[in-house]
C-alpha cells in the first residue's frame, strides 16, 4: 500500500482560488495501492455528489461528463481538478 497526498486545484476564476495559497486545498493523505484507486477515494469521500464510477474505470460527475478515466493524473471538474501525488 502507497500513501498518496491528494490536492483539489481551484480555477483562477473562482471565490475559493483566493481562499488557498495558489488555488491549491490540501486535502490529506490517502493509502492505495495506485494512483488510480487513490483519485477514485479521493472524490468519492469528498465529492460524493459528483461520483458516479462505471465498469471500464471512469468516473463521471452529476451532468454524466466524464471527468476520470483510467491513466489520467487527475479528475477535472468544471471549477477545479482533484490530484494525488504519491510521497
Known sequence: MKTFKASRIYSETTERYRMFPDGVED???IK?????QA???????KD?????PND???IQDCDGNTV?????DSADFVD???IVEEL
Open 68 to 72: 476520470f478515466a483510467p491513466g489520467d
Open 27 to 29: 486535502m490529506g493523505t
Open 48 to 52: 460524493d455528489q459528483n461520483y458516479f
Open 39 to 45: 483519485l477514485h477515494e479521493i472524490v468519492r469521500t
Open 56 to 58: 471500464d474505470g471512469t
Open 32 to 36: 492505495a495501492i495506485t494512483q488510480n
Open 80 to 82: 477545479y481538478a482533484y
